[in-house]
């Protein structure tokens, strides 16, 4: 598994934590956001890549922030 790919599965364990803790179901949050039932469970599997809208349509309809920092790896820190 590439760092892409563990990256979407982290994010799409973190939807599906969401979805639980906000008790929608799958449906609920496809017709929220305009995609397929389908599409929200291959998001929540790590199977697919969200464009940046529909993470913005995902954290509307789970009502979270996409805390989307870029903060720099240690080893790329500069020093003060």
Partial sequence: MTPEQEFIA???KQLYTLRK???LTQDEVAEK???SRKYVS???RGEVN??????FKLC????CYAD???????????PD
């Fill in 60 to 63: 509307t309809a789970l009502q």
């Fill in 50 to 55: 969200a464009s940046l809208g529909i993470v």
């Fill in 10 to 12: 982290i994010v799409g």
């Fill in 68 to 78: 989307l920092t870029f903060t720099p790896v240690e080893s790329q820190k500069k």
């Fill in 42 to 44: 291959q998001l929540e």
């Fill in 21 to 23: 803790y906000r008790q």
């Fill in 33 to 35: 956001c305009g995609v």
